[in-house]
């Protein structure tokens, strides 16, 4: 893999390509755990991990799997693979487990693992494909603790609520003065849906003042792939 | 359609379902040597959490049986709001009554049942109790779990530790708010009070049950 590659994937997982802000996906995961932003983190962690292995796993074995079933094909990796990362951290990590044990189940179900697989492991090979994954797992991971940050500033008036289920000797930060009244709609979907849409608009006006900065038309945008 | 494409075609269609088989039993294998490697460590973990929870409310060092083998099955018993059977752990120190641990349940939460367990020393007082699973509103009402307590030093279902149908006449086992002598916090009643009445309940249960519960033999 060149340098050129390189910075081409990680700036397309990170912020051209972000998996939340700009392709739409796993949005059903994204809006029920923001709630705080360690929640937010957690779960990209957890994507992290599964993406690079599922990526992986199918840019080696991309030249067996004929065109016509790679669907179930990958289906199928992803979910074994998923699986048996949820049975060893189970097993080996239990402490980590814990933290992190409720979002691997909801990864399986998050299509974004799906969508990274068909759209990039399928065609590359395995060393491009991991870091495409740990990439738009990044990507992911700002995005989703910036909203779940936002969510719980605005509902609760913390930071890091929960951070004490991760670390026991840390504590969560009170921002706002204790007597915040709270403001539910943050804390519930509609409100990570406000959210979400404002952080996708602030995307696209940075990215169409570079745009005309560079005196180039704006990027087309990158079409949702209509999955949740 | 000539004979010859039928042919290709249902080769084709042979093929892929064999390349689809094949993927099918490699991965299910992989999942079946997943799940037999892991399967002892999956378990010990679940027992040390479980002893964990236990020694939550009972203190380690004032027992001295197995405690997760010195069990008895409970049927579903109404004094202790619990419409599923559930599990007696009896506490022992050299053969004597320490404490019984058991599960009970609030039914008038804020948000549907508190799940509790208790765990009354042979003296009838309270040694700890702990909220197992609850749907209380994050922030508000959930102080009543001990890991969600801004207070860590002193949370508030501590103040049970100690009392018992002795020490605490009937009607002092409510909230304050309704005369009793069990704090709370200013804008979460219902939780607490919740709480408290489901204790108070699975004691005087627990109180009359106890000494056929330490005797009675394993089944």
Not at chain 1, 3 to 23: C, V, Y
Not at chain 2, 142 to 168: E, H
Request: proline share 6%.
């Amino acid at each position: 893999m060149t340098r050129d590659e390189f910075t081409t994937i990680a700036r397309n997982g990170l912020w051209k390509q972000n998996s939340s802000l700009a392709q739409l996906l796993g949005l059903c995961p994204l809006l029920a755990v923001t709630t705080n932003a360690v929640n937010g983190i957690m779960l990209s962690l957890a994507t992290i991990i599964v993406m690079a292995i599922a990526n992986v796993a199918v840019a080696s074995l991309r030249n067996f799997i004929p065109h016509e079933i790679r669907i179930p094909v990958f289906i199928l990796i992803v979910a074994a693979l998923v699986t048996v990362v949820d049975l060893l951290f189970n097993a080996n990590l239990h402490e980590l487990y814990i933290v992190l044990g409720i979002f691997i189940p909801l990864i399986v179900t998050n299509c974004i693992v799906l969508a990274r697989v068909e759209a990039f492991a399928a065609k590359n090979p395995p060393l491009n494909s991991t870091v495409d994954g740990v990439f738009m797992g990044l990507g992911m991971l700002w995005t989703l603790g910036l909203l779940g940050a936002m969510r719980e500033l605005l509902a609760n008036g913390t930071l890091f609520g929960g951070i004490d289920m991760v670390f026991s000797s840390l504590h969560p930060i009170q921002l706002l003065p204790e007597n915040y009244p709270g403001f539910l709609l943050g804390m519930l979907p509609p409100g990570a849906f406000i959210l979400l849409g404002c952080m996708i608009a602030a995307k696209n006006w940075m990215d169409a003042r570079a745009a005309r900065r560079a005196r180039q038309l704006p990027p087309t945008p990158v079409e949702a792939l209509g999955c949740h | 359609m000539t004979a010859a494409r039928q042919f290709t075609a249902s080769s084709m269609a042979v093929r892929t379902a064999a390349i689809l088989f094949v993927f099918v039993i490699a991965f299910t294998g992989l999942l079946s040597a997943a799940y037999k490697w892991t399967k002892p460590a999956i378990e010990a973990s679940a027992l040390e959490e479980k002893m964990k929870l236990l020694n939550d409310v009972l203190p380690a060092g004032d027992y001295d049986n197995a405690l997760i083998d010195d069990t008895l099955q409970l049927p579903p018993t109404d004094a202790l709001g619990l419409l599923e059977p559930s599990t007696v752990y009896r506490a022992r120190k050299q053969g004597q009554p320490v404490a019984l641990i058991f599960e009970a349940a609030a039914p008038d939460g804020y948000a549907g049942k508190i799940k509790l367990l208790v765990a009354l020393r042979a003296d009838g007082s309270i040694a700890g109790v702990r909220v197992t699973q609850h749907k209380e509103t994050p922030g508000l009402g959930d102080y009543i779990d001990p890991r969600k307590d801004k207070n860590k030093a002193g949370p508030w279902i501590n103040q049970f530790v100690g009392r018992s149908l002795a020490n605490t006449p009937d009607k002092a086992w409510r909230v304050r708010k309704d005369g009793g002598q069990i704090d709370f916090h200013a804008g979460a009643t219902i939780s607490p009070r919740a709480v408290a009445k489901a204790v108070r309940k699975a004691v005087q249960w627990a109180d009359g049950e106890r000494d056929r519960l330490f005797l009675e033999k394993r089944p």
